[in-house]
Nanobody
Framework: QVQLVESGGGLVQAGGSLRLSCAAS????????MGWFRQAPGKEREFVAV????????YYADSVKGRFTISRDNGKNTVYLQMNSLKPEDTAVYSC????????????????WGQGTQVTVSS
């Protein structure tokens, strides 16, 4: 099992930037792949980005490609999501999650989830 705690959300104007962090504990962090997901009000949770155990492979949703960057620091047991050029449609609760299989996109593939952090982008 791994426990996950997100931080870094907040209110930002369109075009601005935020960096989310997700701190992990309870299991060897370098053995798990990490994903970021988001859920806007009235919508289903959707995939945002994923990074492999070593950090050598990443994959992004088309809606964030070129604007968001996922990274990890295995020495600090932390995964990050750098979000640039934010848009109002990026407003959502962002959650990090752990999977034990690799570069996976489906919500059901992730076993452990953080509590989420709110990101609000004003126009």
């Amino acid at each position: 099992q791994v426990q996950l705690v997100e931080s870094g959300g907040g209110l930002v104007q369109a075009g601005g930037s935020l960096r989310l962090s997700c701190a992990a504990s309870g299991r060897t962090f370098s053995s798990i792949s990490m994903g970021w997901f988001r859920q806007a009000p009235g919508k289903e949770r959707e995939f945002v980005a994923v990074i492999s155990q070593s950090g050598g492979y990443t994959y992004y949703a088309d809606s964030v490609k070129g604007r968001f960057t996922i990274s990890r620091d295995n020495g600090k047991n932390t995964v990050y999501l750098q979000m640039n050029s934010l848009k109002p449609e990026d407003t959502a609760v962002y959650s990090c999650a752990a999977n034990y299989g690799g570069i996976l996109l489906a919500v059901a593939s992730y076993r452990n989830w953080g509590q989420g952090t709110q990101v609000t982008v004003s126009s």
